[in-house]
T-cell receptor
Framework: DTGVSQNPRHKITKRGQNVTFRCDPI?????LYWYRQTLGQGPEFLTY????????KSRLLSDRFSAERPKGSFSTLEIQRTEQGDSAMYLC?????????????FGSGTQLSVL | GDSVTQMEGPVTLSEEAFLTINCTYT??????LFWYVQYPGEGLQLLLK?????DKGSNKGFEATYRKETTSFHLEKGSVQVSDSAVYFC???????????????FGKGTHLIIQP
């Protein structure tokens, strides 16, 4: 097991295009999180899955953003009609266990640049 | 809403110096508190945590004590090494889940540079 894997590492797109990122969590982990991080800021929570169920969405997750985890394993985050303000590092994290004892393992992120 | 405030960096120290990175929080009740570290080119890693007042989290020579009275969770290390150079993030998880409360709230991060 090599940890949480995110693809692609970098994505450059033009404003108005759609982009999709993939996250492969640690295999036995049932919880999966998406965060967004901009330069000089800490990660901001976007959404969270327990197995295939999306249990929580931040108000930061506009209608242009959608996340899925269809079989409770990998997850995708899609951004439609990208805007320059979407430029950021998108981080995925996974964990195993109950809420009070969980430890999040983060991937290295996907850096999105919207031109 | 919940928030975390940590000292701005970069913080530059010489090897073997004493380290303190301040972190204070605003939250309802008794949140769980965390320090995460991001080494160059790597993903964030949990460094230590504390889940109730007066708990002390420790790992790799780092310590932080959950102080409810001052709403603080300052990170300390007695003697830093060059390999401790990284970005350190303080974070909290609210006391109650549900209603949008399971995600961590992070501070902005403090860049620590240790010079030999």
């Amino acid at each position: 097991d090599t940890g949480v894997s995110q693809n692609p590492r970098h994505k450059i797109t033009k404003r108005g295009q759609n982009v999709t990122f993939r996250c492969d969590p640690i295999s036995e982990h049932n919880r999966l999180y998406w965060y967004r991080q901009t330069l000089g800021q800490g990660p901001e929570f976007l959404t969270y899955f327990q197995n295939e169920a999306q249990l929580e969405k931040s108000r930061l997750l506009s209608d242009r953003f959608s996340a899925e985890r269809p079989k409770g394993s990998f997850s995708t985050l899609e951004i439609q009609r990208t805007e320059q303000g979407d430029s950021a590092m998108y981080l995925c994290a996974s964990s195993l266990g109950d809420r009070d004892h969980e430890k999040l393992f983060f991937g290295s992120g996907t850096q999105l640049s919207v031109l | 809403g919940d928030s975390v405030t940590q000292m701005e960096g970069p913080v530059t120290l010489s090897e073997e110096a004493f380290l303190t990175i301040n972190c204070t929080y605003t939250a309802t009740g008794y949140p769980s508190l965390f320090w995460y570290v991001q080494y160059p080119g790597e993903g964030l890693q949990l460094l230590l945590k504390a889940t109730k007042a007066d708990d002390k989290g420790s790992n790799k020579g780092f310590e932080a004590t959950y102080r409810k009275e001052t709403t603080s969770f300052h990170l300390e290390k007695g003697s830093v090494q060059v390999s401790d150079s990284a970005v350190y993030f303080c974070a909290l998880r609210p006391m109650y889940s549900g209603g949008g409360a399971d995600g961590l709230t992070f501070g902005k991060g403090t860049h620590l540079i240790i010079q030999p």
